[in-house]
């Protein structure tokens, strides 16, 4: 028996061999179980019923008056990055709380940017939670207009638009909500629920100060019933994307440099002396490498995969809906993709985009980086990097386990620099406050798309966990060019246009108050 | 007998794996076999016996008209990355030719820079080959000198140092070596040996066009004896460095670009989208990683060890020698290093320097390298690399190997870019020229280190291959500051210095003349 036991023995080691050669074998990507094919229909949720013709006329009245307001926004200069006009709009929002009745306003100074807080008590029984976000990005090259800032109504094919800096992102959704709050509070002298506004100046700098700006109320805020972000989630055909949550996120920088371990510690040195020194540059890379499979796609970093929460019945309803209208092609032609990855697309792509960890370099730098030929050893190398935390996986544990991972491998000289690390964000389809929001979706007629969480970070579980409300970041309007030139808010839209202007947005808004008054 | 059989199969995997844990043992460098500790003793050649009293007299009563020789050189602009003073520079050279009594003098053309061909035609047996290089390195900053094209005299730790911009590297020497010249013909009315003087505008920028230089006399340029590059070689102290040949290198481009493959192809995208469209930045990680062990220092491109050649008893003797005076810390210290790969130090520093191949990361860049967070998924990566080609390793080959190595490993869609590539280039220490210089050195007291070649790269193969003729860089004399501000070479020792001044570095050409027309 001696021939068959050999046989098998060598076996052995060439299958092991051959699973380390495709390592995407040893240490697949998650397999999400699936147990339903029902897909969630929003079309199932009653059509909010409520009137409130009164505040509707008082919208259609003012409407000129409340176009102004959106525009006296986005005139204040407000660019977070550049500290340009940032107390300025602080002030402007707090003297707009203060008009419109909110009993206590107060700005609320942190390390960074201050806050704004504000309340309204209108007696009610229901409170929400406003978050506002009153900074904007800088100035890119290529407006199609002078001056982002003039506040200028523009022609489009899509109609009437507001064309500046913070037009959707997020000054015109965030006025066209107070224009609303301010017709009610006109027409009925309160509102159907309280008010808290929380509100940063830091938004685009990643919400580093958030939690500062909200401590001094903690204590109210989460006795709060739910918390809502203003947002125009139609597209110009007027179909809608709800996103009930976020993922979380770690930014980090990883660097070698030269030290007691070897390699250049002062400066580059020459590139011939490789046969003699260490490269920082080539641990970097060795490094970033042992943290996924060749394909750049698998992360093998023990456990990372293991918090990754299995798709609840409700998850994979709303992932069944969205895969029933996928048009992956349309996507990546957007993206200038050819292909998802390993040529996934439908529902698997939709469920790894939602609940695969990732870890992708954004950045990565070293040495000569000019044109033609020049040899060194460079002293250092830098990759900035970031892993998307789906619900389950924290950040503490994802940086635990990429610091272990690292020093497991020997790459204890590699420093790790976390820049930035939140928890994933999400609300259930079944909690009242998106019933309310997408019963008054049903009744102005917009065909929703709900999806789980987006692939997108956000920290709103400063919502979801630090207040523990549901929360919700939508409302009807089109925009568009956020981050980027000639960004728009929808106005007044051009015949046949299925998104909705800024009176019907202020009209829902009425609405929803009134929905979550009665339903939260 | 089942449980013994199970175990030793349950070993068999865990042994491949953990050979595999430990690349370095599975792939190491080459072990360098050695057969001799015998060192190699260049005081063991004759000190050239020669006396040229009359050329040495010469030399003193004109040695003030020969350093206004080498300012006029300085003077002259040659940067040949700005296109600065070049043709002048060339002109400069031809005339000096033409009025050294160089019979032929051809300005040669190109498509970069313009070559310089001279013969002097002494009507005797030997021909010697003189390579002479007329541009220099662009001004950096911070030069203590007001102008480092003034040609300036100034007053320096060492002794009186012309310091400009090209005073050693190479201007000075090459003059320096014509004054000898000069000095001969004004005294004896010819030369010991004929000269052929093959000089290009290109060699700070890798002597692109070398070969059309020397291509109109290539037939001509084969007959000579040997080729020489005049070359301040001693250090402060005295003691000299001859190396006896260089490395060869490839130098290119790796680049990872979004396309039909998968990635973004058109500009970065969000970098959330990590989880459904691949990586071009982790792919080019992934295929740098793929080509060394984990620590960075063995290739493991299959076969790329395989034509390094073994030491053979000169290189041996030679390798022995500079090993007896080795101070590796002396060196660490001057580059900023901690410790050689692995700790290694002496004979085995020196012979891995020498003969192993590397693999180097010059310079590498991808998406988002500001400061802060920005979170992309970047649509292409870059990486230049060189890797060192000792002799045997031939750039073609090297070139096979890199691209063979990825397409086997799936990274077909890794574009490499070549950008150079030469082979090594080395001369016998028992070559006649070798010796002729080696006693005249030894005739000047100078305590020389020869080394089989440098582990640095340059285009010598012209010489050594091309032209198939012995080749020596060196001379006595010492400088300092090449590619670095105030770059300088010493014209008038100080009390106690140990280098030679202007006058016996010109006696000592003279020396060599002669040396090579009696023993070549």
Known sequence: MTFPRMLSCLLAPMLVLSMHDSAASETPRPAYAWSTDEAFDPGTIPAYGGK?????????????????????????????????????????????????????????????????LGWYDAGAERTLVVYMMYDVQPIEENWRIDDPFAGELVEHELGTVLMARGATNQKGPQRAFLNAVDAM??????????????????????????????????????????AFFPMNIQMADGKASLNLGVKGIVYFELEAKGGEWGGPSKAEIHGSMKALVDSPTLRLVQAIASMTTPDGNTIVIPGYYDAVAVPTVEQQRLVNALARDANDAA????????????????????????????????????????????????????AKIDSRLPPGLEPE????????????????????????????????????????????????????????????????????????????????????????????????????????????????????????????
């Open 52 to 116: 409130h013709d009164a505040v509707y006329a008082r919208i259609d009245a003012d409407i000129d008056a409340h176009v102004a307001h959106l525009q006296r926004w986005v005139r204040q200069r407000s660019i977070s990055a550049q500290d340009d006009g940032i107390r300025d709009m602080a002030r402007l929002l707090a003297d707009d709380l203060h008009a419109l009745g909110f009993a206590e306003v107060e700005v609320v100074e942190t390390p960074g940017h201050p806050g704004v």
């Open 331 to 382: 996507v990546q032609r957007a993206l200038g993709v050819s292909r998802w990855i390993g040529g996934m697309e439908g529902r698997e792509a939709i469920v790894r985009n939602l609940f695969d960890p990732t870890l992708n370099v954004d950045g990565l730098w070293s040495g000569y980086t000019g044109e033609g030929v020049k040899t060194i050893l460079p002293h250092m190398a830098t």
């Open 185 to 226: 509070i006109a027409t009925h002298g309160t509102l159907p629920v309280n008010l808290y506004v929380v509100a940063e100046g830091e938004e685009e700098l990643g919400s580093p100060n958030f939690g500062k700006v909200i401590e001094p109320w903690l204590d109210r805020l989460r006795k709060a019933d739910g």
């Open 397 to 520: 544990a994802s940086y635990r386990m990429i610091r272990g991972h690292l020093d497991a491998n020997g790459f204890d000289e590699i420093e790790l620099r976390p820049m930035s690390g939140y928890p994933a964000a999400s609300t259930s389809v079944d909690a009242p406050l998106v019933q309310a929001f997408l019963g008054v979706f049903n009744k102005y007629g917009v065909d929703t798309r709900v999806s789980p969480w987006l692939a997108g970070s956000a920290p709103f579980y400063q919502f979801t966990r630090t207040l523990g409300l549901p929360f919700v970041f939508g409302g009807l309007g089109h925009g568009a060019g956020a981050h980027a030139p000639d960004e728009y808010m929808l106005i007044r839209p051009a015949q046949g246009v299925g998104a909705a202007g800024l009176a019907d947005i202020e009209k829902s808004y009425v609405d929803i108050l009134h929905a979550l008054s009665e339903g939260l």
